[in-house]
């Protein structure tokens, strides 16, 4: 199975790391450049994009994993980890950069201003959750929406809530091989999303082992 990374400088790394182990990867909490190099994937969890921004520099893995992500590694990111996957964000603090990598901007704590939290369940057929099926149980924390995206973007989800600002604001997307989603699935047993991502991380796998032989 592939070795999946949970970046493990803050937030929920213990959920993570259980619905990889349940959606068939194993994974290893990441804190260190040797440990990014070693994962076929990497999982970026919610938390405070500003501190996670900044925590990536100091544990030297800012750079490293710019560059993975430009090499094709794939990458899921929620919440606060969404933000770090946008090229651009509405509400950034003065000094907030982000890694990018997926075109398209958000609004950081886009929903806070309603609400901080909430849980929803989505319709998002490309999830697996069509109308036949389950619906996603989604889990926003002070979350981001999308706000707009480019060309290359597929819109995974969209959030319901009739009357609400946020009804149908884009919550979850794929860029390539990246993958975001503004709310946490980790919590409450939702494995959809990182099945997802386990397939896209086996596709890319295969796809290295056909341009190398
Ligand atoms: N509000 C946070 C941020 O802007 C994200 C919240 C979360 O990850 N649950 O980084």
Redesign the pocket.
């Known amino acids: 199975p592939p070795l999946i990374g949970v970046l493990a400088l803050q ?1 929920d790394v213990r959920e993570h790391v259980a619905a990889l182990t349940a959606s068939g990867a194993r994974a290893i909490t990441v804190r260190r450049p040797a440990e990014l190099a070693s994962v076929d994937g990497l999982v970026l ?8 921004d900044k925590l990536l520099r100091a544990f030297g893995l800012y750079e490293p994993l710019r560059t993975r992500i430009g090499e094709g590694l794939p990458v899921y990111g ?4 969404m ?1 770090l996957l946008a090229d651009r964000v509405q ?1 950034a603090t003065a000094d907030q950069t982000t890694l990018g990598g997926i075109d398209m901007t958000v609004r ?2 886009a929903f ?1 201003r309603q609400v901080d939290s909430f849980e929803e369940d989505l319709l998002a057929p490309a999830l697996g959750a069509g109308p036949d099926d389950a619906p996603l149980r989604a889990v926003f ?4 929406w999308v706000e707009e995206v480019g060309d290359g973007v597929e819109v995974l989800a969209r959030a319901g809530g009739g009357a609400r600002a946020s009804a149908g604001k884009i919550v979850a997307v794929r860029h390539g091989m990246l993958l975001a989603t503004s709310f ?1 699935p980790e919590i409450g047993g939702e494995t959809r999303v990182h099945r997802l991502f386990v397939e896209m991380v086996r596709d890319a796998a295969v796809s290295r082992t056909l341009a190398t032989s």
């Open positions: 937030g969890p919610g938390g405070e994009s500003t501190t996670i929620s919440c606060a980890g933000i509400g950081r704590n806070g924390i002070r979350a981001p946490h």
